[in-house]
């Protein structure tokens, strides 16, 4: 990211922002455009009124432009004001709910990004950074919604005092010096001054902010870890009283503490810098201020004008001290917008492909239509970004559509990675997956993922209604939500629930919501898989928490519940694949034994007969 940008690529970076806020809070930015120029115009247009009649009181006196100039006023204030307050009341409403929008910025780019980034440590931590620059400090999206105000504002007040201040110059005294068009220069680079003095002082004390941007998001992290997560959290609170943890957060906020006074000694300088700026304007208004009162004084116009021109130039003033500001403020928040826009654009190097996966065919169930499908590992090798050791390496697996597949292995041993690279969610590192003999990235990625129905080991049901969480839709048939919650096993919670389908789940979104077992879960997200109806279902040791014999009902049941779809069963208990048409053994990344339950129980010399063993002699010891 460069450090210093071009007025050009301040403006590209901010139009994409404003583009962004209009997509995601349709409304806030031109709210706050139009506030802005009320803002500027109701303060300007009372000036020059008021002038008016103050010059009217001063001269002839005429009671009808009088009355005029008073009704003048007063309108024109309480219709601005009435518009404005109408304008802010909608842009505070929006303004209040654009942190949400701006959480939808985030979880649109991770719904479309590939699976595999949504891992990767370094765009996990470069996504963070992004996000608690915006969500703690306002950095780039949020600058841009307030800067919005400020800019308009300010270029809409700078339009409108030069418009009033014209007459100022052009009127003359017939004093040779006083109306010597120096004057116009020299005003001018007063207020230049005053400008640029605010927008040397702003830079560095953007660089202060920056500063103290990087060290209190450090300090916010660790505060909210140990003031939330580790005090309050109740799934910590045990853990912290058995090993005594509370010693280990008093050192942290020890070194919180440390860190806060530093960070305490950088905003005390920040406060200099507006301080000798406001020192150079001071001086800009009291030339502005001589420069008139001589004028009137040598009669070039009345004591009204010099309202009008005193209350216009204060307004030039602050006009161009706000834009300098915005300017230099902007050269900042579009260097957070650029962090931000480097996050967004990281690019799907998946391959879409192009091919029509016969969905329907697959799908149909019937024994000829499966005989014609398959899947095939051809010497598959994967290694997860940025690791080292391969998951798997020159893995060869081939089954039929329709059959039972079970995987076993010990722990690390790549079968939940062979379930990921079946899925696409990660492609492999070497060699092909096939389906028909054709590589599956060849395939249009969303008709081959209608194929699969899976159950994860780490599942999340959402805190929606129960019959929304089965069919992954706000809108679908309750009937067939209710069969597959039956065919689980959870008709009688079912029953149970106040509400039924309309449940919600858990308490986050609703007080009346309920919360259910980890086995109930398990059972939600069975009925989810089966709701979809995809010829192939994968359950990747979605059962681990339970006690081997509610293991071995559900997989019983759920086999029964399969039918002649193909089921892929991933499990640390064997007694659960022995009605499975074929074992595969992973070790080490790769297939070790293939073969059924009883044929390799015969290798007493296998991994597979290792692992029964072990089992079935702890259970006989239990």
């Given at each position: 990211?460069?450090?210093?940008?071009?007025?050009?690529?301040?403006?590209?970076?901010?139009?994409?922002?404003?583009?962004?806020?209009?997509?995601?809070?349709?409304?806030?930015?031109?709210?706050?455009?139009?506030?802005?120029?009320?803002?500027?115009?109701?303060?300007?247009?009372?000036?020059?009124?008021?002038?008016?009649?103050?010059?009217?009181?001063?001269?002839?006196?005429?009671?009808?432009?009088?009355?005029?100039?008073?009704?003048?006023?007063?309108?024109?204030?309480?219709?601005?004001?009435?518009?404005?307050?109408?304008?802010?009341?909608?842009?505070?409403?929006?303004?209040?709910?654009?942190?949400?929008?701006?959480?939808?910025?985030?979880?649109?780019?991770?719904?479309?990004?590939?699976?595999?980034?949504?891992?990767?440590?370094?765009?996990?931590?470069?996504?963070?950074?992004?996000?608690?620059?915006?969500?703690?400090?306002?950095?780039?999206?949020?600058?841009?919604?307030?800067?919005?105000?400020?800019?308009?504002?300010?270029?809409?007040?700078?339009?409108?005092?030069?418009?009033?201040?014209?007459?100022l110059f052009v009127s003359h005294t017939g004093t040779k010096w006083m109306d010597s068009p120096l004057w116009i220069v020299g005003i001018g680079v007063c207020v230049l001054l005053g400008g640029m003095a605010n927008a040397k002082a702003t830079g560095k004390e953007n660089v202060v902010f920056e500063k103290w941007c990087k060290e209190t998001v450090w300090f916010n992290r660790m505060f909210v870890f140990y003031e939330h997560?580790?005090?309050?959290?109740?799934?910590?609170?045990?853990?912290?009283?058995?090993?005594?943890?509370?010693?280990?957060?008093?050192?942290?906020?020890?070194?919180?503490?440390?860190?806060?006074?530093a960070v305490g000694c950088l905003l005390r300088a920040m406060a200099t810098y507006p301080a000798l700026a406001a020192a150079v304007v001071g001086i800009g208004t009291v030339v502005c201020w001589v420069f008139v009162v001589l004028k009137a004084s040598l009669g070039a116009f009345g004591v009204g004008s010099i309202v009008q021109y005193i209350g216009a130039l204060g307004k030039l003033s602050t006009g161009v001290q706000d834009?300098?500001?915005?300017?230099?403020?902007?050269?900042?928040?579009?260097?957070?917008?650029?962090?931000?826009?480097?996050?967004?654009?990281?690019?799907?190097?998946?391959?879409?492909?192009?091919?029509?996966?016969?969905?329907?065919?697959?799908?149909?169930?019937?024994?000829?239509?499966?005989?014609?499908?398959?899947?095939?590992?051809?010497?598959?090798?994967?290694?997860?970004?940025?690791?080292?050791?391969?998951?798997?390496?020159?893995?060869?697996?081939?089954?039929?559509?329709?059959?039972?597949?079970?995987?076993?292995?010990?722990?690390?041993?790549?079968?939940?990675?062979?379930?990921?690279?079946?899925?696409?969610?990660?492609?492999?590192?070497?060699?092909?997956?096939?389906?028909?003999?054709?590589?599956?990235?060849?395939?249009?990625?969303?008709?081959?993922?209608?194929?699969?129905?899976?159950?994860?080991?780490?599942?999340?049901?959402?805190?929606?209604?129960?019959?929304?969480?089965?069919?992954?839709?706000?809108?679908?048939?309750?009937?067939?939500?209710?069969?597959?919650?039956?065919?689980?096993?959870?008709?009688?919670?079912?029953?149970?629930?106040p509400k039924g389908l309309d449940t919600a789940l858990y308490k986050d979104f609703e007080s009346e919501g309920v919360e259910i077992s980890g086995g109930e879960a398990q059972k939600v997200a069975l009925a989810r898989a089966l709701y979809k109806d995809a010829p192939v279902v994968v359950l990747d040791e979605p059962t681990a928490a339970l006690d081997p014999i509610a293991e071995a009902e559900i997989y019983t049941k759920f086999?029964?519940?399969?039918?002649?779809?193909?089921?892929?069963?991933?499990?640390?208990?064997?007694?659960?694949?022995?009605?499975?048409?074929?074992?595969?053994?992973?070790?080490?990344?790769?297939?070790?034994?293939?073969?059924?339950?009883?044929?390799?129980?015969?290798?007493?010399?296998?991994?597979?007969?290792?692992?029964?063993?072990?089992?079935?002699?702890?259970?006989?010891?239990?």
């Open positions: 990211m460069k450090d210093r940008l071009t007025l050009k690529e301040c403006i590209r970076i901010t139009k994409r922002g404003i583009v962004i806020l209009r997509k995601y809070c349709p409304g806030l930015a031109g709210g706050k455009a139009v506030s802005a120029v009320l803002a500027a115009v109701q303060p300007l247009l009372s000036v020059w009124i008021s002038a008016k009649l103050i010059n009217e009181l001063a001269g002839k006196q005429r009671g009808t432009l009088i009355v005029a100039y008073v009704a003048s006023v007063v309108l024109c204030n309480f219709l601005l004001l009435l518009i404005k307050s109408m304008v802010d009341r909608i842009t505070e409403e929006k303004e209040a709910q654009m942190w949400n929008f701006f959480g939808m910025v985030f979880a649109d780019k991770a719904m479309t990004m590939d699976y595999a980034d949504l891992e990767d440590t370094k765009i996990l931590q470069q996504k963070q950074e992004v996000s608690e620059n915006l969500f703690m400090f306002g950095n780039g999206l949020g600058q841009l919604v307030w800067g919005m105000n400020s800019l308009v504002n300010a270029a809409a007040s700078i339009v409108l005092s030069l418009s009033l201040t014209v007459t997560e580790l005090a309050k959290s109740p799934e910590r609170a045990k853990d912290v009283r058995i090993y005594k943890q509370q010693k280990t957060a008093k050192r942290a906020f020890a070194e919180m503490k440390k860190r806060d006074e834009m300098m500001f915005v300017l230099a403020d902007n050269a900042v928040y579009c260097r957070h917008l650029q962090g931000l826009y480097e996050y967004l654009d990281i690019p799907n190097r998946k391959e879409e492909g192009t091919l029509s996966v016969d969905v329907d065919a697959v799908c149909n169930g019937r024994d000829e239509v499966y005989g014609d499908f398959e899947i095939e590992f051809c010497n598959v090798s994967f290694r997860y970004p940025g690791a080292k050791e391969y998951s798997l390496r020159n893995l060869s697996l081939k089954f039929k559509l329709g059959k039972r597949l079970a995987i076993v292995g010990k722990n690390g041993s790549g079968k939940s990675t062979f379930i990921k690279l079946l899925c696409r969610l990660y492609d492999p590192t070497e060699g092909e997956i096939r389906l028909n003999g054709v590589d599956i990235r060849e395939y249009d990625y969303e008709e081959y993922l209608r194929i699969f129905s899976v159950v994860f080991q780490d599942f999340k049901l959402f805190s929606f209604p129960l019959g929304q969480n089965v069919a992954t839709a706000m809108e679908y048939d309750k009937e067939k939500a209710e069969q597959c919650l039956v065919k689980a096993g959870l008709s009688q919670r079912l029953e149970s629930m086999n029964e519940l399969v039918g002649k779809k193909t089921a892929i069963y991933i499990s640390h208990r064997l007694s659960s694949c022995k009605f499975c048409d074929e074992i595969a053994v992973f070790e080490d990344g790769t297939v070790v034994q293939r073969g059924r339950h009883e044929e390799l129980l015969k290798e007493t010399d296998g991994l597979y007969h290792a692992l029964w063993t072990a089992q079935a002699q702890y259970y006989e010891a239990g």
